[in-house]
Structures are given as structure tokens and as C-alpha cells.
């Protein structure tokens, strides 16, 4: 097992080399590029962009430029974004703890009620609170997250119950620890809320049809036969086998961390990765694209990484070599 | 004294969309400690029903709708849930078809097997008797830390009999418990559940398809057809004489009754629908032997030497000409 996990984490280098290789051979792919366009912004100084020419390697072929960029990554420079005039990492850190707060309170709010829901509808099969709830799951994965973001603005500014974009409020700077925490959690309710439901239909829908199969197992009839009483019949014998096809979905979600909130992030204003990563990719801001990439990549294989341990955990028919 | 398990006028009905559908009509039995009874009969006979019925293990739509059923003289036809499920394990030991669906593929051996000791014991005096359980299927003390994945199915099928027998029951339910093995092993797990029923003088009520294999070691044999018992006799009755004219087609189509070269035989027909049993006899469509009156009735059982034998060619009238 330690093994495996030293073995995989290895394996992240050349996975990353080779993610980040392509992102940037396939940036410098598109038409036009950063040079003329800074070259034309008079904000810029002529000696700032030879800074960063000689930095960066900037008048250097392609290849050579990225192999500048990596060297600068090793020492844990995430080079300067163009349109704000700091340091990459700088900006990256404070948009990057907004938007795993809000994944992670999405996540774990979505996990926390569509788990119990979804063995609540299998154990009230064929009766009306199933009926309801799958109907109402149905509406949720019909209607796109953004659409319920815009929806929740909407009834936020119409009640007045919620703040609206950012994440606080103007007393922020005179209010103490813990005004703060909550001040924050409020202006996350509405972006996390939006996230919350657009995500929870489905996972309701795969749990209660895992915990419907688990229940129809051959196994379940055996523990019946052993006399055990029905909560060991369903919280260890079906539960424990309904919840391990849930576990892989776990590990995609916690790799969509970044990027998955970007839509609700934009419509719900709240300042996290998803606005970053898109303007810096629409003004071709190199150096955060790939910074903001790296981040990314480095999620999505942890995130799988996490998933494949947890499934070994709960699965004894799985052996990690 | 009073038998280990008795079934008495045992009726089961499918409670679907439309109307009720009758699955077992009349199921009656006994079986003493100590003694095996065979309940035989093809796929879809109502077997396993019958077997699921005592413990009320039911399918939902399934219902009971007369008969009793009594273990150790206690009849389990009133008891609510709760008093079932310590019927189950305790009293009863249930055995099934195909040993690694039937264990849970994310737990230990040694866990499913412990959690169905029924008496307060220490942690352990609970592993030591899963220790000593083990040894008397025949499985090793190691197999305890296994997952059943681990093990081949005679060795699953074993530590199923083991979970079965924990709680030393008075009656053993075998449904078809060698049906998914290999002969070998089939032959292993026959002999295993011989020795312990004599060891632990258990009531063995052995389902089984395979007539040969009943034969060898029921001392009563039952037959089924259509959710009836249709002949219920000493094993070397029904066997070497069979009464009812479908036991005696399921006998004469044993490959041990060929001659090399000879035809294969099989019943002509299929197995009716319980949704759309014939009149009558349910077995009169296929019978070699039928009457008219079986077109109109359906027969009793009647008594016919030691066994009894649901067939108007065995009594309610004088025999009349068969035909066709």
C-alpha cells in the first residue's frame, strides 16, 4: 500500500510535465499573442517586458521558453500576470481559497443530504416520499447550475435574506475573528446553495438505485436468515456495498475542486478561480493560464489518487499493485 | 413426541396488479431430528418458496394465506418480525445455491460468521466458537481473516454451513446447496452435511432438482410439482416405486436408467404458468396417465403403502380405463 501510494505520487512528475507541455505548446497555438498585445498597452513599460523576456525566455523558441517557465516553477515562481501587475502566486492563493471553501461546502453539503436521501427513497420504495423526492431530483438535474445561481440571486435581491457577490460586507474590517467567519459563510451561502442543488439530484438518484441493488442482493437474504435485526441487515450489509461504486464519483468531484464551480462563481460574483482562469485565457495572460493549469492538474490527479485508496479501504476485492 | 419442524396446509399467494396468484396449495410435511427430508421438483416448482415460507422470508408480494407452521412445537404462523428474527439463526440454519453470492463480498469470514452468534459472549469466546465451527466444516483457523473472494466456492459453501449451524439449530434448511459446485466438491459438501447432521442429530429439509441425489441420501422424499406435494413417501418407496405418474417420469428420465445408444427421454410439456394452471390436475396436460375426471378435478392425496400420493389412480374411485 505505501508502496502504491509512493509509486503514484512519482508518477505525478511526468504527468504534469506532460499536461503542462501540451497546455503550453497549445496556447502558443493560438492567433496573436501577449507580446504584441502588450507591446501595444501603454501601461506596460518597454523595460518590464524586457524583465520578463529575459526572466522567461520570452524571445526564445517555444520549447526553450517552456523549459524556462519549468526551471522558474522549480523554484516556485509562478511568474507575474500581465493584466494585474503582481506576482501569479499571489493571485492564485487568494481566488484559490475561495473556491475550494466554496467546493468543499458544496461538496460536503451535497454528500451530507443527497446520502441519507437516496437510503431514505430505497428503504420508502413504491411510496409517495419516493415518488416526491425523485421528482424533485428530476427537476434538479434538469435545470443547469447556473440557471439556479441566477435563480437564487434573483430571490436573494428580491428577500434581501442573502448578501450578493464578494465574500464581505463592508464592516469587515472593524468586525472580530469570528464576525468574520460568519460574514464570510454568508456571502458563501447563495454561490454554495446554487453548487448544492445542481449537484444533488444525480448523487440522490445513484444512491438510492446503489442501495435499492445492494438490497436485492443474495447476501442480504443470508443475513436475514442469520436473524440479524434490520438496522445491521441495512446499515452494515447493504450499506457498506452501496456506498463503494460512490466512492470513485467521490474522487472525480474532489479533481473538479477547481474548475467545477466556474459558471455559478461568474454568475453569483464571487471571487474565486473560475473568473481568474477565464479572463486570464481570454487575454492571454500565459503565465497564470499555466500556473492556474498546474493547479489544476495537480488537483485532478490527487484527487483520483484519494479516490483509489478510499475504494481499496472499502473494498477487499481490490489489491493496489 | 413432537417432530422438529411441521408444515401444515401451507398455502402462499403472489399479491401482483391484478388478482392473487396461487403458488403453494396444501404444502404438508414433517421431518423429525435427526431425519432428512428431500423436497424435490423442477426449476419453478414453489420449492424454495416453500423453504423461504417457514422462516417467512418472503418476497413482498408474497403472502401466506392458510396453513401453520410449528418448530419444536411452537408455531411460527403468529409470530410478528421481531420474534422471527430470533427464530432465524437460532432455530433455523438456512443454506443457499450459489455460496458466493450469498456472502457479503466486503466482510471477513470470521465477521459474518460471528455476527450471527445469537448468545452474549465475550469477543472471545465468540472467535474461539467461530474457531471451533471452522475446524468442523473443515476450514481452516486462517479462512477467518479471509474475504470470500479468497475462497473457492466448496470453501464458501462450507463457511456459509458454518454460519448456518453457529447457533447449534434444530433445523437445517438446505436449498440446493451443491447446485453451482463441481461434482468433487458437490460430493464433499454432501458428505460435510451428513456428518454434521448426524453429529448434531439435526432435521435437514434438502431441496434439491436432482432426484438421484436426494435418493442418495434423504430418508423421505417429497416431491413437488406446480406448488403442490404430489408424492411424499420413505425415499426407498418413491424411489424404487414410484406412485404418481410424474415422479415416475422424472425417474425413468435419470441418464442411470439408459441403455448406451438409447434415446433421451424427457417429459413432454413444460412446467404451466402459475398465473394459468390448467384445470384439474395441474399435471394432467403432460401425464401419460390421465384420466377425464382430471381434466375436471383436482385429486387428494391418497394413501398408497407407506406414502401418499396425490392421484386419482390411488383412490376417490374405482380406477377407470385411462385415456388419453
Redesign the interface.
Known sequence: MRRYIVRRVLQFVPLLFGMTLLSFLIIHLAPGDYFTQLKMNPQISPETIAAMERNFGLDKPVLVQYFYWVKNILTFNLGESFAYHVPNAFLIKERLLNTVALSVFSIMATWMLAIPLGIYAARKKGCWQETVLSAAAYVGISLPSFFIAMLLVFLAARTMVLPIGGTTSIFWTGASLWEKFVDYLRHLLLPGMALTLAGIGSLYRLMKNNFLEALG???I?????????PV?VLY??AL??AV?PMITIFGYELSGILSGAALVEIITNWPGMGRLILDAVLSQDLYLVMASLLIGGFLLILGNLIADILLVM????IRLR | MEKTLVVKNLALAFHQERRPVTILAGVEFEISSGETLALVGESGSGKTLTALSIVKLLPPQARLETGEVRLNGQSLTSLSEREMENIRGRQVGLVFQEPSAYLNPVFTIGNQIEEAIKSSLSRKEKKERVAQMLAEVGLDEKHYWHYPHQLSGGMQQRALIAMALINHPSLLIADEPTTSLDVTTAVQIISLIKTLIKKHHLALLFISHDIALAHYFADRMAVMYAGRLVEIGPTRTVFNSPRHPYTESLIACLPEKYKPGEKIRAIPGTVPDFANLPSGCPFHPRCHRRMERCFREEPEMFPVASALVRCFLYGNSVATEPGN
Open positions: 442482493s443474495p447476501y437474504l443470508t443475513a436475514r436468515a442469520k436473524g440479524l435485526p445491521l452494515k450489509h457498506r456495498n463503494n472499502a473494498d477487499p476485492r
